[in-house]
């Protein structure tokens, strides 16, 4: 299985998606990334900025993964002698390292070399390329403990057999022990590729499946061929239908790109009717009405999180946080103050200090529903709860500011 999750969900997909995190699934392939160059489509679809450094300009179509891997061109050797692939070939595995002289290609130096030293044991061997001349490369590394061979490739002969155009630097690609190619990707996820190798659990044809439907939606992506990609995202999701990435990318599609926000809660709904108890789901489709501009809507989706949610206080209160805390334009007190009471009549909390922050943000969202009277009751509440906690003095200070409040009210005539 391949791991290729070259940048975070909100980057590639917008701020509004930002809620919606990776966590505690158990799709192992949500978690891998397998879909990250499908990301890296919908970033240009949708405008938003690519952090890694693009590849250097491709002159020669890059190697397939699954094919024999290219024997190396450089310039020069910088450090360590000359490693040829067909040389390792039936012997070792082979770890080739792309980098630039630059922050963000030299940023994983330190992980790449700890990774070195820890399989090398395991007959790994690992390979950094800098892209840039000889003498640049020498002088940036004098000063540094690397436990392998590296390369200077100013002239990008190795760099345009490997990296494809939707690569970026730094870039870590993996050499089976028969000469295959079996993966390119970040080095942040170099570690559990090469367990998955070693172990012989990595699964090379559906790494090539994978990249063929990536290829293939980011060829639509380019030319703006929406309802291919639409058609495309479907057959996976005929496969893996609750797939959380491709969930995301489907939502993202039918509301951003194709402007269609009923078709995206109306898909959304499908799938919460077979994961009711998945809140990224929900939070999907609250994203989708504010993006939209459809906040009359927002209450009956908030509504079926309480309904769903109601056991879990915390929760609830932090969705009304994030709604108190919007502009005033789209600010939306109701719901706020609804999930605030939902979670204030939870059925139990953990203890009382949580019961007292529960407390204490249902008494903001009185104060902000205009009920400073009650507002104070229930902070008064929230201090007892609190007492002998780190949050008391904060949850006193509450209780004088609603206090004054409510004095200065009585004296304005």
């Not at 769903?308 to 103050?337: H, I, S, Y």
């Not at 529903?369 to 201090?383: D, H, I, N, T, Y």
Request: net charge neutral.
């Amino acid at each position: 299985m391949g791991h290729d999750c070259e940048r975070t969900f909100s980057a590639l997909c917008g701020v509004h998606f930002q809620m919606v995190q990776f966590t505690g699934e158990k799709n192992e392939m949500m978690k891998s990334g397998k879909f990250a160059a499908v990301f890296a489509a919908f970033a240009l679809g949708l405008g938003s900025a690519v952090h890694a450094a693009p590849p250097p300009q491709q002159q020669t179509v890059a190697a397939a993964t699954g094919s024999v891997a290219p024997e190396l061109d450089v310039a020069a050797w910088a450090q360590g002698g000359e490693v040829r692939l067909s040389e390792l070939k039936g012997k070792k595995y082979a770890v080739l390292f792309f980098w630039t002289i630059s922050k963000q290609g030299t940023e994983n130096f330190a992980d790449v070399a700890k990774l070195a030293k820890e399989y090398e044991k395991k007959d790994v061997v690992f390979i950094g390329i800098g892209i840039d001349s000889a003498d640049a490369v020498k002088n940036f590394i004098r000063l540094k403990e690397l436990p392998f061979s590296v390369a200077a490739d100013d002239k990008l002969a190795s760099v345009n057999l490997y990296m494809r155009e939707r690569d970026r630097v730094p870039m870590a690609a993996v050499i089976g022990r028969d000469g295959l190619l079996y993966w390119r990707g970040q080095p942040q996820v170099l570690k559990p590729v090469l367990d998955e190798v070693l172990s012989g659990k990595f699964d090379l044809k559906g790494r090539i499946e994978r990249e063929n439907f990536s290829q293939s939606v980011m060829d639509a992506m380019k030319i703006k061929d929406y309802p291919t990609v639409l058609k495309l995202l479907d057959a996976e999701l005929g496969i893996y239908p609750d797939n959380m990435e491709l969930v995301s990318l489907k939502v993202r599609l039918l509301a951003s790109l194709m402007n269609k926000p009923e078709a995206a809660t109306a898909f959304l709904d499908e799938v919460i009717a077979r994961q009711p108890k998945n809140l990224k789901f929900y939070q999907m489709a609250v994203a989708v009405l504010k993006e939209a501009d459809r906040f009359n809507e927002l209450g009956a989706w908030f509504d079926r999180i309480i309904a769903n949610f109601g056991d879990q206080p915390v929760t609830l209160v932090k969705l009304a946080q994030e709604e108190m805390n919007q502009p005033v334009g789209e600010l939306r007190l109701e719901n706020a103050f609804k999930l605030c009471r939902a979670a204030y009549q939870a059925p139990k909390f953990k203890d009382n200090r949580e019961k007292g922050f529960i407390f204490g943000e249902y008494a903001r969202s009185l104060y902000y529903c205009g009920r400073p009277e009650k507002a104070l009751e229930v902070s008064k509440e929230a201090m007892v709860l609190l007492k002998d906690t780190p949050e008391f003095e904060k949850a006193k200070s509450y209780v004088i500011f609603y206090n004054t409040v409510l004095s200065l009210g009585r004296q304005i005539k």
